[in-house]
């Protein structure tokens, strides 16, 4: 084998908990597909009753309900991004086939989340110098963690430098018109003599059936003039590296598929249980008789110790199984995303809320954290191979509110503003950090709405008038009122 193909061994050690994270997030067919890997096999089982027994029921897919719910609260504000135009009109399609640089950050924090490291190589638009006129000199292409399979750091000058990197690719072959059968082939990325260079390995077979290699060497260009550094970037959970970590959803993955491999046997049980079988004995039974079951039938036998009757499930057996089932759930909520579970504490303190939440909060805080940082290295090579200077700086959202204000506080907070002891400006910050109202609008905005819509309020603390205008969504103080329980029913 073509040294080329060797595995990092960092890579070695996480590739089969990339694949159980994968067939997780994708779902139940996925999960199904690999069978015995996931759902052990019953003794004596034979192969179509396995299919029937790992089909009786469907996988819960929780992991990817906590992601999504993740993303979300990661992505309901816009980035925080200052960059000169020029910059902001390439970032449309940052990727050339159409993806904009915003798609790239959600990818980014996705990726990390689910499997601990994502990648990305800033590359040439063409293999030569950028002509005049092109939208871009350069494009941004994703890599998932399983296509890096190797890589190297070695000090240049004190400083922990990138090397060189292996990425696994899949490159059309076109057979005839109407047939493809894609080929995997090898990008190398390395430093050789201090300047940048790639490295493209194909391999096929001879006429013996011997594997051949070929490689193009490709020289990227910036203004002219080659590289001296790698423009290629990893993210993981906690920094700006190629050596992957754990994923942060490796154990909810683990817990997940227990939980189906569980599931199943409930299903299977009940499927049984519930399921009438009848029975009989000291029946004697005549040559080609039989007994019907159903209301209209009737039987009379002359043995008196004959007996018919219905098999019937007793015992706790399943419930047990039902048990550990929400046990399992519980503790993929406690892992996960804490706006996913079902709390029991109704009373529970803002404190205490906020508190539950800062392990989940440091998680995401420092994928977004790290991300950041990356995706403005890119979009500072991106802006110099463009030719364009300025100050750049790309902020993804970390200012996310899991605990909502609520409605006691609301009030209490409307009233001491109709009362006079806070302002109008401090009423409008805490609306607006509480996210009652939209980040978007400004103070002079909220104090023109709230003069023209509904000027009593700011007299003494009576609900509004009852108004002419249907739209209550156009009222925010209408919809402020109805939030704390003072608006018209």
Known sequence: MSAVKNQNPLYSDVISDNQLIRDTISGDKSIKARGTTYVPKLDSQSPEDYETYLNRTVFSNYISRTKEGLLGLAFAKKPITDMPPALEELLVDATGSGESFYDLSKEAVSEVLSMGRMCYLEDAASNTEAVEGFSAASFTSSYKTESVINWRYRSVGGVNTLVMVVLEESEDKWIDEFTNDPVTIYRVLRLVDGKYEQNIYRFDK???????????????????????????????????????????????????????????????????????????????????????????????????????????????????????????????????????????????????????????????????????????????????????????????????????MDSQTLKALTESWLSGAISQNVLFNNLQNGEIIDESMTYEEFKTQIEEETPQMSVSPIAPKPSNNTDSDASTLKNIANYIGLGSK
């Open 206 to 404: 001879d006429e013996k059936g011997n594997e051949t290699e070929s490689i193009e060497v490709i020289i990227p260009l910036m203004n002219g003039s080659a590289l001296t550094k790698i423009p290629f970037f990893g993210i993981t959970p906690k920094k700006a590296t190629l050596n992957p970590e754990k994923s942060p959803f490796y154990d909810i993955a683990k817990l997940n598929v227990s939980h189906f491999a569980l599931d199943v046997d409930l299903a299977v049980g009940l499927h049984f249980a519930a399921l009438p079988t009848p029975y009989g004995s000291g029946i004697q039974m005549q040559e080609g008789e039989r007994i019907g079951v159903g209301s209209t039938f009737f039987h009379v036998f002359d043995h008196p110790d004959a007996k018919l009757d219905f098999l019937e499930f007793s015992g706790a057996g399943l419930q047990s199984i039902v048990d550990k089932l929400e046990e399992k759930k519980q503790t993929i909520s406690v892992l996960g995303s804490r706006m996913l579970e079902n709390s029991t504490k109704a009373k529970e303190s803002f404190e205490a809320q906020s508190s539950r939440s800062n392990n989940e909060r440091a998680i995401l805080v420092s994928i977004l954290d790290t991300a950041s940082d990356v995706l403005e290295q890119i979009l500072e090579v991106k802006a110099e191979w463009a030719g364009i200077s300025g100050d750049i700086s790309y902020s993804l959202n970390t200012d996310f509110n899991l605990v909502n």
